[in-house]
T-cell receptor, first 115, second 111 residues
């Protein structure tokens, strides 16, 4: 079990460019979460899929951010026209709801720096 | 308002001392997790503990729902315990699934 895989681990973009972050959940896990972490705001929820369907995107900035889960083995978070304030560590987590212990397991994160 | 409050914000211990980290929450709890964040940033799940007490080695987690608090006790601290400890709660109701994180307790263990 490789755990949750996130790529790339580091990404540097120029202001206005697009960034796509990838997440591969633990095999068999049906729930996928995206969070981001900054020094100022701490760890914040962005969005959540269950069985590939979007369940809750209330944490997503309404403009420029979008997330998809085209199949059970990966999810993507896309940021269009990146801004310096988007710089953060983006964390993906997966869990297996309904087992009685819905532990969320986190990937190593993608550190995004927007110059 | 902030749903999860952790204390203390930081703690310095001498090796061998015990630590008690606190997490208080303001809404109805569905589940509680404790995480350890390594210095390079990766999050390790320590406990999934919606109620009661769980122990793993030198770590003990206790969640008391009606008092809206959870604690993490570290006994006989070691230098390798240094890092940030985060609690995260899942609320009941419409926000089921998402975790609300506390700001963390930064622990430094010195020789």
């Amino acid at each position: 079990n490789a755990g949750v895989i996130q790529t790339p681990r580091h990404k540097v973009t120029g202001k206005g460019q697009e960034a796509t972050l990838w997440c591969e959940p633990i095999s068999g896990h049906s729930a996928v979460f995206w969070y981001r972490q900054t020094i100022v705001q701490g760890l914040e929820f962005l969005t959540y899929f269950r069985n590939q369907a979007p369940i809750d995107d209330s944490g997503m900035p309404k403009e420029r951010f979008s997330a998809q889960m085209p199949n059970q083995s990966h999810s993507t978070l896309k940021i269009q026209s990146t801004q310096p304030q988007d710089s953060a560590v983006y964390l993906c987590a997966s869990s297996h709801p309904g087992t009685g212990e819905d532990t969320q397991y986190f990937g190593p994160g993608t550190r995004l720096l927007v110059l | 308002g902030q749903q999860v409050q952790q204390s203390p914000a930081s703690l310095v211990l001498q090796e061998g001392e015990n630590a008690e980290l606190q997490c208080n929450f303001s809404t109805s709890l569905n589940s509680m997790q404790w995480f350890y964040q390594r210095p390079e940033g990766s999050l390790v799940s320590l406990f999934y503990n919606p109620s009661g007490t769980k122990q793993s080695g030198r770590l003990t987690s206790t969640t008391v729902i009606k008092e809206r608090r959870s604690s993490l006790h570290i006994s006989s601290s070691q230098i390798t315990d240094s890092g940030t400890y985060l609690c995260a709660m899942e609320s009941r109701g419409s926000a089921l699934g998402r975790l609300h994180f506390g700001a963390g307790t930064q622990l430094i263990v010195i020789p």
